[in-house]
């Protein structure tokens, strides 16, 4: 039997979402609102939309103060925080992804798994060259390229040298790291 997807409210839209959409916080007992995504600190969470727009207006319209009804200090650097523990949480994955084998590195290896329909995804380093970047599109055959670690993010992620290309062959583990990275995709671009 299929468990029911848990929702909850988001404070600035007030859209009832699925957990997985938003982004939760917690309040500390020194009233500081933290990033709380493992659900880790007791309390009630306090959730906004997985969106850098979403949390940038809980901040600056003072919804988080709203949500708790008391005063409470939001750092000024709550956003670049979000991002950076998304992105290294996406990195950790990548990282056990290589540990468990499912992922292949290099363009000439990416572009085989892709050509025998063995990728799920691929992560394209930022800073790819155009002509590489080119190749890899008209290759991917529809296949989602995320772009959202540079070659140096990636290569000390993986503790290889000049990681541009990654194809990330299909499995469950894939899933899992293809929806970590479209939620820094999402909170990035939206």
């Known amino acids: 039997m299929a468990t029911a997807k848990e929702i909850r409210k ?39 939309k997985n969106s850098r727009k979403a949390l940038t207006a809980a901040i600056e319209k003072n919804l988080f103060s709203k949500a708790c009804k008391k005063k409470v200090n939001v750092d000024t650097q709550l956003i ?3 991002e950076n523990l998304l992105k290294k949480r996406g990195l950790e994955l ?15 290896k990416v572009s085989e798994a ?9 992560l394209e380093a930022t800073d790819a060259g155009t002509d590489g970047h080119n190749k890899i599109l008209s290759l991917s055959q529809g296949l989602e390229i995320f772009n959202l670690y540079s070659v140096e993010e990636l290569d000390k992620a993986l503790d290889k040298v000049n990681t541009v290309h990654i194809a990330f062959k299909k499995s469950e583990m894939a899933k899992s790291v293809h929806t970590e990275l479209a939620r820094i995709k999402n909170f990035l671009n939206s």
């Open 80 to 82: 670049s925080l979000v």
């Open 10 to 48: 988001c404070i600035v839209s007030g859209e009832v979402l699925e957990k997985e959409q938003l982004l939760r916080f917690a309040l500390t007992p020194d009233r500081q609102i933290v990033p709380d995504f493992k659900k880790k600190i007791s309390g009630t969470g306090i959730y906004v």
């Open 94 to 108: 990548i990282s056990l992804s290589r540990k468990a084998g499912i992922l292949l590195t290099g363009f000439e």
């Open 114 to 122: 892709v050509k025998k329909d063995k990728a799920a995804f691929i």
